[in-house]
């Protein structure tokens, strides 16, 4: 009997080993199984690791006892398991068991005759489940049987496969494209069960497949040839499983087709249009970037640091001395306009004064109850001046300085301007010279034209300009026709070359505006001063004159269109102010008895008369700003200032008998024709004037027969 070795151990757990001594011999064995377990411990410590799990100690039992039987007899190999190992198989599970223990010489000889059969490679591999390959020698032994058993290891799930999904899983390409088309709900239900046969055939193959080791009734080579077909099945399933292919598809009809191959045309076509696109932008950029390297290859880069260093040099000297030379200039200016305004502040007073001594002179003259003599013979002499001025009258003429007054005038005036030729006579032409100075920018303009824009030259040059222009406008006056005209200056055919080319030619990059803002910054501030300080608006020639310039720098330059300027605005503003001041300063019209009135040679009557004449005459004078002034400040000074307030009450006095008519015709004159164009209504300030036009007309038909050629 084998020695046993009992382990005492707590009543319901009872660990029994058993270890029966093994032959050491040389001959190879061969253990097999048909239904138990083989332990895959090859090693004495394996098996004593075995220990931990109640299923690992019954698996070692059915080891020992496989291990005696095979001992006993090798040449039962692909028989079952004998009836011995099977009792004891079952005692050991049923009772205690005695264990053989073997000795340390007998262990290693075990472990010295288990390494020599690994490396003769002939050894038997366990399973996964712990059960030997039944049926197989080493000869039969292949690495595809390796490769087999690692594939069936891959069919398991893991542990991550095994737990439970808590969100619906993602639908697959497939079902997205058959939801999106509209699928219907029978394509989608015989998907879900292609899936579930495909899962009973999965789970069917592996309920009957063999292990790698086991012989079909087909023999050793045909079961091979199956696990081999059935791995290779497996993995074409696993492929095919990726993508869900469903049975029933949904209906596609032309029109479908059509209409996805139509979307998809034109989104290609608009691709490719915005490609294009892209295209032409880039072959444009190449193309500015060869122009810009063809420049700058051509352009040397010295040569255009010495320009620009000489063009700073140059107009930082240029500004050096027209800040020096300006301070000369505003004095000269300020000389001139101060005598000039002196004479006419002279002129003013000396016409108020004497209509004042005349008023005075009168006034008193009508209230005297009887006259001397002397006043009688005063009175018929002013009564034949009176026959006279009324045979020949007309508006009256413009007053005007005395002969020693005048040469004086022009003395001082020829010694301004002798002064001011004296300005610029330590100064190089290259500074003071409109032409001149102009060369250099426009030099500057046809070399870097670029840079010259960049820096908004066209927008300085009126301010660089203005002393010089300023000073040779010094003789010029706008209020004299014998004057000349500014055009004919050396500055203004300086600068409308530099803008517009020379005679008919033109110039690529031209600064066209820069004439016109030039006249404007300095030309039109002038003509204001001259305005503000020397105008007198009842001098007829002084009115046309200025008028005429104003006109002409509407019409040639395109002064007073569009948006008004600072310079524009400063200009009308002292053109009203001065015509405003003159009707309620200048305007005097008297009233007189009705007796006085009537008799025509009388000094009351005249003097009335001159005065009324003197007011047309201002009036025909502010009938020349029309379009340049505002319309309704125009109206107001014109019809509401004087017509209706002076001239009005004169002419309804019916005291002017035969020179109402020809009042009547000069106020009608003076009326601006744009106010009457396009109107089919008469305007409300012009009311009283229609009405006594309309009165004197019937009155006039009452006195003379129509026939008269008086009457028309």
């Not at 032959?23 to 061969?30: C, D, H, N, R, Y």
């Not at 398991?81 to 004891?88: E, G, Y």
């Not at 009258?393 to 002798?418: C, G, V």
Request: net charge negative; with cysteine.
């Amino acid at each position: 009997e084998e020695p046993t070795f009992k382990l005492k151990k707590s009543s319901d757990k009872a660990v029994l080993f058993q270890v029966r001594r093994k032959e050491a011999s040389p001959a190879k064995t061969t253990p097999s199984t048909t239904g138990g377990s083989v332990p895959p411990s090859g090693s004495p410590r394996q098996d004593y690791d075995s220990q931990a799990s109640p299923h690992a100690l019954h698996h070692n039992d059915d080891d020992n006892d496989d291990d005696g039987d095979d001992d006993d007899g090798d040449s039962d190999e692909g028989d079952a398991r004998s009836p011995s190992a099977s009792s004891a198989s079952d005692s050991s599970r049923s009772a205690t068991k005695p264990v053989v223990i073997p000795n340390a010489e007998e262990i290693k000889a075990a472990r010295r005759q288990r390494r020599t059969t690994r490396a003769q490679k002939e050894f038997i591999s366990l399973g996964r489940d712990g059960q030997s390959s039944a049926g197989s020698t080493p000869d039969h032994y292949s690495r595809d049987d390796e490769d087999d058993r690692a594939d069936d290891d891959d069919d398991e799930p893991d542990d991550h496969e095994r737990r439970i999904e808590f969100a619906p899983r993602l639908k697959s390409i497939r079902e997205r494209i058959a939801e999106k088309l509209g699928e219907s709900d029978g394509s989608l239900s015989g998907t879900d069960g292609e899936e579930q046969e495909l899962w009973e055939e999965t789970q069917i193959g592996k309920g009957v497949k063999r292990r790698p080791g086991e012989q079909s009734p087909s023999g050793s080579e045909s079961s091979s040839y199956s696990c081999c077909s059935s791995s290779s099945r497996r993995r074409q399933k696993k492929r095919s499983t990726g993508v869900r292919i469903p049975k029933t598809l949904p209906p596609v009809s032309v029109s479908m087709v059509k209409k996805r191959i139509t979307g998809t045309l034109d989104s290609l076509k608009e691709v490719h249009r915005a490609r294009q696109a892209e295209l032409r932008r880039m072959e444009g950029d190449v193309e500015s970037a060869k122009t810009s390297m063809e420049t700058l290859e051509e352009s040397s880069s010295d040569s255009q640091l010495k320009f620009y260093r000489a063009m700073i040099l140059y107009v930082h000297n240029l500004v050096e001395c027209l800040r020096e030379k300006v301070v000369d200039i505003n004095s000269l200016e300020l000389e001139l306009h101060a005598l000039l305004s002196d004479q006419l502040e002279a002129l003013f007073a000396q016409r108020q004064q004497r209509t004042k001594e005349q008023a005075d002179r009168l006034q008193q003259l009508s209230y005297e109850q009887s006259g001397s003599s002397a006043n009688g013979a005063e009175t018929q002499g002013e009564a034949d001046t009176g026959v006279k001025a009324e045979e020949d009258f007309d508006i009256p003429e413009d007053t005007h300085l005395s002969a020693e007054e005048e040469e004086q005038l022009q003395k001082k005036t020829a010694d301004i301007m002798l002064r001011s030729q004296a300005v610029f006579s330590d100064v190089q032409d290259e500074f003071c010279n409109v032409k001149k100075i102009l060369s250099h920018f426009e030099e500057w303009r046809g070399s870097y034209s670029d840079s010259y824009h960049r820096a908004y030259i066209s927008l300085c040059l009126p301010k660089l300009l203005s002393p010089i222009i300023r000073l040779q406008l010094l003789p010029w006056n706008p209020l004299k026709d014998d004057s000349g005209d500014f055009e004919n200056l050396p500055w203004f055919t300086a600068v409308e070359t530099f803008c517009h080319g020379h005679g008919h030619e033109e110039l690529e990059h031209t600064d066209r505006q820069t004439l016109s803002n030039v006249i404007e910054k300095t030309v039109l501030p002038k003509v204001t001063a001259y305005v503000e300080l020397v105008w007198d608006p009842m001098s007829l020639h002084q009115s046309v004159s200025l008028s005429d310039v104003c006109h002409r720098l509407k019409e040639d330059y395109s002064i007073f269109e569009g948006e008004q300027t600072k310079p524009v605005k400063a200009f009308i503003e002292a053109v009203i102010s001065r015509l405003r001041s003159c009707v309620d300063e200048e305007v005097f019209i008297p009233l007189y008895p009705k007796k006085f009135l009537e008799d025509r040679s009388s000094p009351q009557c005249r003097f009335r008369d001159q005065q009324f004449w003197t007011a047309i005459k201002l009036l025909g004078n502010m009938g020349k700003w029309d379009l340049l002034l505002p319309e309704s400040a125009l109206k107001e000074l014109m019809l509401d200032k004087l017509l209706n307030r002076y001239l009005m009450i004169t002419l309804c006095s019916q005291t002017l008998c035969n020179n109402a008519v020809h009042a009547c015709r000069k106020i009608a004159d003076s009326l601006p024709l744009s106010w009457l164009k396009g109107e089919s209504a008469c305007l409300p300030q012009l009311q009283n004037f229609r009405n006594h036009l309309v009165q004197k007309v019937h009155t006039i038909c009452k006195q003379q027969p129509p026939e008269d050629p008086n009457t028309r």
